[in-house]
């Protein structure tokens, strides 16, 4: 199996405080982990790649001082929203990449849902 | 920039119907097509695509890739309520100067089937 857990499932916060969201796969290695972000009724963004003992890399756009990324073992990546605002309300969702995976086998977290009031 | 755009963006059917969902795609240095379903929560995998003209199927989903037209469709056949959900298409790149392959998402088509 392939199996990508995310914690928190849910939370809510207030306006100034920061949000840590832990990505782990369960049963296999992940030499590379990808965080998304996902607006209602929009597409997956590719927030950032994360890569196990390297700095991640961020999509442009993306504010890598606001949301930190570290990836220190080959099974979890956290992905942090610092000073969390109102328009930092989405849903996060990671996937991981197989250490040895064919193509295109990103497997999934099931999200979070931040909710920053 | 790497660009995925589906079609319909929505689509509501009555069951038992057969519905064509469209993806066209504009990236540099291609490496695969990949189709999900996403209900509440994250995607779940439905099919990967590499090759022009090889249809994938997968019960009563099929696919099937143009790589000379850039584009794939995913038919579904005799719809049920449950085969409502987004159905998102994403294409694997290498992106010039980067280091990861990285997934290019679409909009989604929004698929309902009434009972």
């Known amino acids: 199996g392939a199996v990508v857990s995310q914690h928190p499932s849910r939370v809510i916060c207030k306006s100034g405080t920061s949000v840590k969201i832990e990505c782990r796969s369960l049963?296999?290695?992940?030499?590379?982990m990808f965080w998304y972000r996902q607006f209602p009724k929009q597409s997956l963004m590719l927030m950032a790649t994360s890569n196990e003992g390297s700095k991640a890399t961020y999509e442009q756009g993306v504010e890598k001082d606001k949301f930190l990324i570290n990836h220190a073992s080959l099974t979890l990546s956290t992905l942090t929203v610092t000073s969390a605002h109102p328009e930092d309300s989405s849903f996060y969702i990671c996937s991981a990449r197989k250490r040895q995976g064919s193509v295109g086998t990103q497997y999934f977290g099931p999200g979070t849902r931040l909710l920053v009031l | 920039e790497d660009k995925v755009v589906q079609s319909p963006l929505s689509l509501v059917v009555h069951e038992g119907d057969t519905v064509t969902l469209n993806c066209s795609y504009e990236?540099?240095?291609?490496?695969?097509l990949l189709w999900y379903k996403q209900e509440k929560k994250a995607p779940t995998f439905l099919f990967m695509l590499?090759?022009?003209?090889i249809e994938k199927k997968s019960g009563r989903l099929s696919s099937i890739l143009d790589k000379k037209e850039l584009f794939s469709i995913l038919n579904i056949t005799a719809t049920q309520t449950g085969d409502s959900a987004v159905y998102l298409c994403a294409v694997e790149a290498y992106p010039s100067g980067g280091s990861n392959y990285k997934l290019t998402f679409g909009k989604g088509t929004l698929l309902t089937v009434n009972p």
């Open positions: 990236v540099t240095n291609f490496r695969s």
């Open positions: 049963d296999f290695q992940a030499t590379t």
């Open positions: 590499t090759s022009s003209g």
